[in-house]
């Protein structure tokens, strides 16, 4: 099994690259560290943040490595007061804030917009955090675009819009670009702050994600 790991920075990624003792791949324009886990191959990336940057490191990944799944690990901002700092968010699907009109999205994305997780990640994710017991989490959407949410109202707005619990840059074209080639992905994202400007706890909160991501490697 060749598992992808994608996150959009340094703090998102160095923990596996430790963990795991990887390697960085020699003549890339990208930062790619491969090695291997229980038996797994891994490819860890750094993709860069944004949805032009985690799509192109998708669709890298799967034409270059051929791998059976993406796993996209990192940090999030919470859209609604129930979801607190380390609380851990599983895609149930993906989506986008800054597809306008909401109409073209709808037939320009897989399944109209809302591109669904697999099902099989989702169930290792929940093992997984029962295993570090972990009980803080949610299955449920996350929505994507290309800007900081650092404003309370646009935070209000884009769930009003969406639904999502969390909003980062790069899940949803993650997503987007798995669909379209068929391979099983999940975003695993565990809360970093509020979207509003304020504290921001992203180095704590991606090595959560992290963690959780080593477990779900081994029950695979």
């Known amino acids: 099994m060749i598992i992808g790991i994608i996150g959009a920075f340094d703090e998102e990624v160095e923990k596996f690259i430790e963990t795991f003792q990887l390697k960085e791949e020699e003549d890339s324009i990208w930062n790619i560290y491969l ?14 943040i944004g949805k032009v940057n985690s799509g192109a490191m998708t669709q890298y990944l ?54 669904t997780a697999s099902t099989k990640l989702i169930h290792v994710a929940e093992e997984a955090l029962a295993k570090i017991e972990v009980k803080n989490y949610y299955i449920a959407p996350i929505a994507s675009g290309d800007c900081f949410v650092t404003d309370a109202n646009m935070r209000d707005r884009i769930y009003t819009a969406t639904g999502a619990y969390a909003v980062d840059m790069e899940s ?46 081994e029950i695979l």
């Open 35 to 48: 090695g291997e886990y229980k038996g797994k191959q891994l490819v860890v990336c750094r993709s860069g």
């Open 62 to 115: 799967i034409d270059h490595f051929h791998v059976d799944l993406i796993i996209n690990s990192g940090c999030a901002g919470s859209l609604l007061s129930k979801v607190k700092i380390m609380d851990v968010i599983l895609s149930n699907y993906v989506t986008y804030h800054d597809f306008q009109p909401t109409r073209v999205m709808e037939y320009s994305v897989p399944e109209q917009g809302k591109v």
């Open 172 to 217: 949803a074209s993650i997503g987007h670009i798995c669909k379209l080639n068929r391979i099983p992905f999940l975003a695993v994202r565990t809360i970093s702050d509020f979207s509003d400007g304020q504290e921001d706890f992203e180095v704590i909160a991606a090595y959560k994600s992290s963690q959780l991501v080593k477990t779900m490697i």
